[in-house]
């Protein structure tokens, strides 16, 4: 096992919140509030980081009183009161709020019922013209009103699933409420998404609604869907209505439904009462290796989570506007649309992260007078590269923190934000999971910011690093694990009636603790680093190493325009450790640029760290979530064949993971 050691002294913080923004910040009034009504530990005067360590650790000691807390500050409506907070913490299978009844959408409209909002915009639809469109709250909840009193018609009732083939649109957020609204279960995909893909998800919950677009625009360009709905529709045959949403001006098919029709109706919402573990949304895992595990979460679980994460993490409320470029198909959507639960405005994005430009997403939140701008470690880096300058191109004084996820922001991104964007700007890179739609770690706004370090774990997350034996360690790289429950953990799996993979998923390993499969390391400070995905990570001699540091170290160099890194065990027992990189334009793999990739691995990780080969590849592989991919393709690298290696539907580009096969095949024969 690896070891991080502390160093003698302290390292200066790239960014530290000033006094006023520490004592404005919601996290500081709620733990003032909770030590007097909870018994939480009061603030210590003057040092938000000791603050903020007993704070959390009265969070986790003290599971209950803390959500207990949450939920009275952020003035949850439980339509019928809860027996008690947590009535069995076992994991898998924790028992949340039992007797407690809520809903959802409810919450998410709260901000209509105040006049002096109503006419005020709850989301902001912006398109590749980058010109915002609001949508006001008050007619956000009238659509909501109107579309739920349709399903209702349509014969959904509570436990119904209700599916989305949407781009990110107001539409999305609309049938996602009304569906929330009735009781039913909502589950959507991107329609960038091929039909095989969708299909993998959609056929396994059997929705009876499925709201539909002809097509999309994205890069400049217009993506026709008609074909894929056709599809859509002949394969699932529990689908009793198809709702056509027009985004390309083409005309409804035969027997689907009419959006506008259907939202027409000046109805006042009726908000179902539903038990706290009732199914609000399934999300589906990448399905790399097999069908996308379907992840089914609560209506309670989220709600209590997402406040959590927005008020108290994010700081968000009602002053705010929140933007995160993201799709349908990844769980920040749905994260995003929680943004309406604390009454900020939610920015919807529809289009390229880079058309016309790579500057793009700056300008939209200039545009939209974005507070928390959030978006992916890869654009960022994306932006260094095309040498992109936010602070000087474009009127960013609105953003409050620049966010990112997907993957580990690299100390370089960090160092970027702060020259390029703003040197007083929170960057909060944040960690989780599309199995807990939420964070692990991440964003604290009374924190200093450490380049290269997640802040600290989040409120109510018992986030530990353990062992080979289970043992929990600091300072040194372990697996991620969760030692205590969490709201929004999985209630199941679909279509896994005994629990038997869901347990497979995160409990075998070590069995009551949830296991996510990354390596990270939590600091004697109290920040975290992500090392990457524990379940492709590289060992040599017996010393474990994570693959994001060494995309690090080798994506600084401009002539590599993305890598991948895999470490195969032999049938002789040997290892091969190869890097593959995939050049910028015009850059050459020769020997001057080998021997320099070598050197700055060498140099800024270790010797052991340097790859057996370098070797150029026409494109990295990713999920459709923009991951790449990794365990498909050592297995290909070991022999398997790709049919057995990876689900087709789950990648990017399916052709490029075929280079991989036939390298596997050379090297056999060769």
């Given amino acids: 096992m690896t070891t991080a050691?502390?160093?003698?002294?302290?390292?200066?913080?790239?960014?530290?919140?000033?006094?006023?923004?520490?004592?404005?910040?919601?996290?500081?009034?709620?733990?003032?509030?909770?030590?007097?009504?909870?018994?939480?530990?009061?603030?210590?005067p003057g040092d938000p980081?000791?603050?903020?360590?007993?704070?959390?650790?009265?969070?986790?000691?003290?599971?209950?009183?803390?959500?207990?807390a949450v939920a009275q500050w952020c003035?949850?409506?439980?339509?019928s009161p809860?027996?008690?907070v947590l009535a069995d913490r076992g994991m898998p299978g924790a028992?949340?709020?039992?007797?407690?009844?809520?809903?959802?959408?409810?919450?998410?409209?709260?901000?209509?019922?105040?006049p002096d909002r109503a006419h005020q915009p709850a989301l902001l639809h912006v398109d590749e013209t980058h010109e915002p469109t609001p949508v006001t709250w008050a007619d956000l909840r009238r659509q909501v009103g109107s579309l739920a009193d349709g399903l209702r018609r349509l014969g959904v009732r509570p436990g119904d699933r209700v599916s989305g083939y949407l781009p990110n649109i107001p539409h999305a957020v609309v049938a996602l409420l009304a569906t929330a609204a009735v009781g039913g279960v909502w589950t959507s995909c991107a329609p960038d998404f091929g039909a095989r893909s969708v299909l993998d998800r959609f056929q396994q919950v059997e929705p009876v609604v499925l709201f539909t677009v002809?097509?999309?625009?994205?890069?400049?360009?217009?993506?026709?869907?008609?074909?894929?709905?056709?599809?859509?529709?002949?394969?699932?045959?529990?689908?009793?209505?198809?709702?056509?949403?027009?985004?390309?001006?083409?005309?409804?098919?035969e027997g689907a439904l009419d959006w506008d029709t259907l939202v027409s109706a000046d109805v006042e919402p009726v908000f179902e009462q539903l038990p706290f573990d009732h199914p609000l949304w399934v999300l589906y895992s990448s399905g790399t290796t097999g069908l996308p595990k379907a992840i089914v979460q609560s209506q309670g679980g989220i709600?209590?989570?997402?406040?959590?994460?927005?008020?108290?993490?994010?700081?968000l409320g009602p002053q705010d506007r929140f933007f995160w470029y993201t799709s349908t198909g990844w769980m920040m959507w749905n994260f995003l649309v929680s943004g309406l639960l604390v009454g900020a405005t939610v920015v919807l994005y529809d289009g390229s992260p880079g058309h016309p430009d790579t500057g793009a997403q700056w300008r939209i939140a200039e545009r939209t007078g974005a507070t928390l701008f959030g978006t992916s470690a890869a654009y960022v880096m994306a932006c260094r590269k095309a040498e992109v300058h936010p602070g000087r191109d474009f009127d960013l004084s609105r953003v409050k923190c620049v966010a990112t996820t997907g993957s580990p922001l690299p100390p370089d991104g960090f160092r970027w934000i702060h020259d390029e964007v703003a040197e007083d700007m929170w960057i909060a890179s944040v960690s989780g999971g599309t199995d807990v739609c939420s964070c692990f770690a991440g964003a604290v706004p009374t924190l200093p910011v450490h380049i290269g370090e997640l802040q600290a774990p989040c409120l109510g997350t018992d986030l530990q690093a353990w062992d080979a034996h289970g043992k929990p360690v600091v300072d040194e790289v372990g697996e991620l694990i969760v030692a205590a429950p969490m709201p929004s953990m999985p209630i199941r799996f679909w279509n896994d009636p005994d629990g038997t993979r869901y347990r497979e998923s995160y409990f075998e390993m070590f069995p009551g603790a949830w296991r996510h499969g990354d390596w990270i390391t939590l600091t004697s400070r109290g920040s975290v680093v992500i090392h990457g995905r524990s379940d492709s990570t590289l060992?040599?001699?017996?010393?474990?190493?994570?693959?994001?540091?060494?995309?690090?170290?080798?994506?600084?160099?401009?002539?590599?325009?993305?890598?991948?890194?895999?470490?195969?065990?032999?049938?002789?027992?040997?290892?091969?450790?190869?890097?593959?990189?995939?050049?910028?334009?015009g850059a050459t793999l020769d020997d001057e640029l080998l021997t320099r990739i070598k050197r700055t691995i060498r140099e800024q990780l270790s010797p052991r760290h340097v790859p057996d080969e370098v070797i150029e590849v026409p494109g990295i592989p990713h999920t459709l979530t923009g991951k790449r991919i990794e365990v498909p393709v050592k297995r290909l690298l070991q022999g398997t064949p790709l049919e057995k290696a990876v689900n087709p539907g789950s990648v990017d580009n399916i052709d490029l993971l075929r280079f991989y096969e036939d390298l596997a095949r050379t090297r056999a024969t060769g």
């Fill in 5 to 44: 050691p502390q160093p003698a002294t302290q390292p200066e913080p790239l960014w530290r919140p000033g006094e006023d923004r520490v004592a404005r910040a919601q996290v500081t009034r709620f733990q003032t509030w909770a030590a007097e009504q909870h018994g939480a530990p009061a603030p210590v």
């Fill in 49 to 68: 980081a000791a603050s903020y360590a007993a704070l959390h650790r009265w969070s986790v000691d003290e599971l209950e009183r803390f959500w207990q």
């Fill in 75 to 79: 003035d949850v409506r439980f339509a």
């Fill in 82 to 84: 809860y027996e008690r």
């Fill in 95 to 114: 028992t949340w709020f039992p007797g407690a009844t809520l809903n959802y959408a409810e919450h998410a409209l709260r901000a209509a019922e105040d």
């Fill in 214 to 253: 002809d097509g999309y625009h994205y890069g400049g360009k217009r993506h026709e869907r008609a074909d894929v709905v056709t599809e859509l529709r002949a394969e699932l045959p529990t689908v009793r209505a198809v709702v056509h949403i027009p985004l390309l001006g083409t005309a409804a098919p």
């Fill in 303 to 315: 709600l209590l989570e997402h406040l959590k994460q927005l008020a108290l993490h994010c700081d």
């Fill in 539 to 585: 060992n040599r001699q017996g010393v474990r190493m994570g693959s994001a540091d060494i995309y690090e170290a080798v994506e600084r160099l401009p002539e590599i325009r993305e890598s991948l890194v895999i470490g195969a065990e032999q049938p002789d027992g040997g290892y091969w450790m190869p890097l593959f990189v995939h050049l910028a334009p």
